[in-house]
């Protein structure tokens, strides 16, 4: 099989793993309120749920990356990931007790981690071009799956029979219907996912071939001089006059004495190191870690991944008690909305993928900002204390649910994106990790100041309003900071990050 169909169907298989990702937090999140109402679950149990499940992907983010990192085996990672995935989903479809519930929703989120490996595979295989396109693409599959979820989800809610001591009902399809499709994707990873080789390899592969015909014309060249040189004389008059017309010797012994002294300097200038090169390679990793993610930049984007997601959790724990509150939704409706609102948030990401071929990725992340503000300002004057008749608040919440769902893409799509371009490609896996252990405990933070705060919505839009002003002051302040590093400015950064490290690390 050649290279390009390899790499088709492994895209293809990346985008059906965030396409199950996000059919499984729609055909969940509609349900799982009134499932914990069943197993006599307090108000709060929902916002440990949720953050559970975030939680245990914030752990195990970092590690799949390092892993992928070290090994490049992401077809492996993701079949060992996607185990955790199946058992979560098995627990949740069991639900004796609200405490299984909440560990099915842990366990499950720790195969949500191989996110990490697989962002830093298609950062080291696509170019710094294409990334934002390629990252808009597979955002774009998980919110396709968020928009096919709810229409699953009208059918999983008409279930009522037994499997076994089992009930299926509208509560625990959900698991079941879950716990089959991760077990599906098994033998699809395993005959249409191949690790791709690195972008960097491909064009090193390049660099030689030229190389090698470089060298062989530079071989010719060489060897028409000592042809021409054959015809010279032993001696030319510069070697027999000096500078200053004196005879100039050459002496064995001389010759011989000084190569010696230069061996015994260059032994006296590299005394041994008393560090270990595990010490060494160890101590390194720590501190180029440490330069890369306190960097302006980084920070800034680390950040505007915790606020928006945590804006953006907060808002969707809020939504089911609200409708239930003042429109009476249930199962149904829900559902209805949630595909909606991923039918939107679809639409956004490819005008996004379209719109990144154009402008810079910091434009489109002001963009998001700005979306993003609007729809908190509205949410703060209209959603914390709707007014009006029903028609008119219904009007009220969707216009805000709208500008919300709209913002993300803009936001999502530029943030991981320039991520990408500003940390070493080397180490991608690990640092995608790091970014989305950010955005797991945002997601955990998230729902439970929500969760906590649902009788006092000014207080809880006030803090999210408060967290996209400083946002937007950080984004501002440090807005030519945010471009991809020209290649000098990279190797001249590398160079002296490298010498520092090793001279911290050499002096332990």
Known sequence: MDNRRKKRLTYFTTGLIFLLSGVEYAVILPTIWRYLQTLDAEPYFLGLTLSAFSLSGLLSGPLFGHWSDRTLAIKKIILFGNLFEIVGNLMYFMGYSKWLLLSSRFVAGIGAGIGSSIFGALTRCTAPEDRATVFAAVMACRQAGLLIGPAFNIFLRLCDFHVGPFLVDKYTSPGLFMCLMWTLLQPVVVFMYWDLPPIENVKAKNRSMNSNEEKTEQELVKDEEENNEEEKP?????????????????????????????????????????VTPETRKSGFFTCSMMREFLREEVVVLLAAQFITLFNQTALETMVTPLTQKYFNFGELENSVMYCLAGGVVVTGFLFVRWLSRHVAERVVLVIGLSIANISCIWCLIFLANPQGDYPWQLTEFIIGIFLQVVGLPFVAVSQVSLFSKITSEKTQGFSQGVRRSVGGLATILGPLWAGGLTESMYIMMGVMMGLLVMLSIMVAFSYHQLVEPAVEEELGYSENGDSTCRQSTEEQ
């Open 234 to 274: 032993l001696m030319s008059s510069q070697e027999i006059v000096g500078s200053y017309g004196s005879v100039v010797t050459s002496s064995p012994l001389k010759n011989h004495t000084s190569a010696a002294s230069n061996g015994m300097l260059n032994h006296i200038s590299t005394p041994p190191s008393p």
